[in-house]
């Protein structure tokens, strides 16, 4: 049930530092604000009344999309949806990552919500986290005690849940680059809402040896777990092998089974077979052919 919003004081910190100072002063009463797609119906809701908002969104120091000589992509968490979706350096060399934040919520939660708040909920049917799982991203953050980094796959510990302290800031979002001979995909499925919001999604990335065998594959999954996780055993199975279709099928009814997802159990693993059967022989079709075109 919705409810107007209870009083609350609005403050904004001049830079990050003092950001986490005003994090340490007013405690659990405070709350970082930025895009507040979340937020801020989470404050209707009631399932969060902060006496605190501290607004970080004019901190141009947390505002970036930018790519380092090495190929590294770096994301200030201030850098929306919309934005990323649309950058040329993203759509270019992590096109999965474009894809899923052309896939959040609707057009106007898209221009205005951040990728940084994105991860920072945890929602377990958030679509960009499966894909910076798959992408092994990782998250730096800063806090009265310094700055600290940890990987996207050990972020989340629950729905809504994070290993971020309530006195520490996430600044950036850091993407190492692709191998050679890769390609990464992100496949999903969405109920039928006003907001279509995502029933089961994967995120694949397949590097392939000069020889055509898998070096890597990563499946990262949403929507189908308390939290987005790495289909573990399914990339064991198909890594340092030459696969046909037999044993990427095999490999995405591992995938599936490794879900533990928390309603429609059944569909929601049948998709996952379906969705990481899909994205694992498209990529290494994919590079098969990228690969035997550079050969010509």
Request: glycine share 8%.
């Given at each position: 049930m919705f409810?107007?919003?209870?009083?609350?004081?609005?403050?904004?910190?001049?830079?990050?530092?003092?950001?986490?100072?005003?994090?340490?002063?007013y405690g659990d009463k405070a709350r970082i604000f930025a895009g507040g797609t979340d937020l801020v119906i989470s404050?209707?809701?009631?399932?969060m009344v902060p006496e605190y908002l501290i607004g970080i969104s004019h901190l141009s120091e947390l505002d970036f999309i930018e790519l380092e000589q090495d190929g590294t992509l770096r994301l200030g968490p201030l850098a929306t949806h919309a934005r990323i979706a649309a950058s040329p350096l993203v759509k270019q060399r992590f096109p999965m990552l474009a894809t899923?934040?052309?896939e959040v919520g609707t057009p106007q939660v898209r221009n205005m919500g951040t990728i940084?708040?994105?991860?920072?909920?945890?929602?377990?049917s958030q679509d960009t986290p499966p894909v910076l799982v798959a992408l092994e991203a990782k998250l730096h953050m800063v806090g009265p005690a310094g700055k600290r980094t940890v990987p996207m796959d050990q972020f989340c510990t629950g729905p809504f849940c994070t290993v971020l302290a309530q006195d520490e800031v996430v600044v950036e979002i850091e993407v190492p680059p692709l191998p050679p001979r890769s390609a990464g995909c992100y496949k999903w499925i969405t109920k039928i809402t006003s907001t279509d919001e995502t029933l089961a999604g994967a995120g694949v990335v397949v590097v392939l040896k000069e020889d055509g065998s898998f070096e890597d594959v990563r499946i990262g999954l949403g929507s189908v777990a308390p939290m987005a996780i790495r289909a573990r055993r399914a990339e064991s199975l198909l890594r340092g092998t030459w696969p046909e279709a037999a044993q990427i099928a095999e490999a995405a009814q591992i995938a599936s089974e490794e879900?533990?997802?928390?309603?429609?159990?059944?569909?929601r693993r049948h998709m996952v077979k379906v969705l990481v059967n899909e994205g694992v022989t498209e990529m290494?079709?994919?590079?098969?052919?990228s690969m035997q075109e550079a050969g010509r």
């Open positions: 409810r107007l919003l209870r009083p609350f004081e609005y403050l904004e910190p001049g830079s990050v530092s003092e950001a986490v100072d005003m994090l340490v002063r404050m209707k809701k009631r399932q899923a934040c052309n940084g708040g994105n991860v920072c909920k945890a929602g377990p879900a533990e997802p928390r309603s429609r159990a059944a569909y290494q079709r994919q590079v098969a052919a």
